[in-house]
């Protein structure tokens, strides 16, 4: 069973602190992916790592940066975090190898962390 | 400006009868299309695709069928389940290309 964990279910920062969101994968997969949930908006792609140390900008990478040091593990940074960034935050996880008919691989998300910038 | 959108925001459903969630996208290059489901302080699980070749996949109680033409896909859910209420996400991808485009949710609430 494939398994994505998030470092924290609930996190309060203040305007301007640095922070850390971390995801870890226990299935091997290349690709990792960061969104953010907001309500109406749907899911929006952050940061998206194919690799080790690769990584290639989704929808909304403003304010954000990523590392993928490990293979398992993709953190999510805020360098200064501010009231607009108060969301859900989801990790997921893919294989490379195509999904069913072709198309992309499925992926695995963990349970989120809701994160509050006041 | 969003490519996939889900324009009823909520559903209410009685147990028993058909679901049906929509999605529309406005990019023509979408190739493949996905619905998940997510329950509250749980992540997004998958729950079917369909590839652009196809008009209509099928598993269990679930079918999406998808018109290219019209750049729309539903959701068929019948018969409705209590367990069935959530929020239901399509997504699009093309060239199998792994960066999703998400609409925006629709929430699902099958009374019993």
């Known amino acids: 069973d494939v398994k994505v964990t998030q470092s924290s279910r609930y996190l309060v920062k203040r305007t301007g602190e640095k922070v850390f969101l971390e995801c870890v994968q226990d299935?091997?997969?290349?690709?990792m992916f960061w969104y953010r949930q907001d309500p109406g908006l749907g899911l929006r792609l952050i940061y998206f790592?194919?690799?080790?140390?690769?990584?290639e900008k989704g929808d909304i990478p403003e304010g954000y940066s990523v590392s993928r040091e490990k293979k398992e593990r993709f953190s999510l940074i805020l360098e200064s975090a501010s009231t607009n960034q108060t969301s859900m935050y989801l990790c997921?996880?893919?294989?490379?190898?195509?999904?069913?008919?072709?198309?992309?691989?499925?992926?695995?998300f963990g349970p989120g962390t809701r994160l509050t910038v006041t | 400006d969003q490519q996939v959108k889900q324009n009823s925001p909520s559903l209410s459903v009685q147990e028993g009868r058909i679901s049906i969630l929509n999605c529309d996208y406005t990019?023509?290059?979408?190739?493949?299309f996905l619905w998940y489901k997510k329950y509250p302080a749980e992540g997004p699980t998958f729950l079917i695709s369909?590839?652009?070749?196809?008009d209509k996949n099928e598993d269990g109680r679930f079918t999406v069928f998808l018109n290219k033409s019209a750049k729309h896909l539903s959701l068929h859910i019948v018969p409705s389940q209590p367990g069935d209420s959530a929020v239901y996400f399509c997504?699009?991808?093309?060239?199998?290309?792994?960066?999703?485009?998400f609409g925006g949710g629709t929430r699902l609430m099958v009374k019993p």
């Open positions: 997921a996880s893919s294989s490379m190898l195509p999904g069913l008919a072709g198309g992309p691989s499925e992926q695995y």
């Open positions: 299935m091997d997969h290349e690709n």
């Open positions: 790592s194919y690799d080790v140390k690769m990584k």
């Open positions: 990019n023509s290059m979408f190739d493949y």
């Open positions: 369909i590839s652009s070749i196809k």
């Open positions: 997504a699009a991808d093309y060239n199998a290309g792994n960066m999703l485009t």
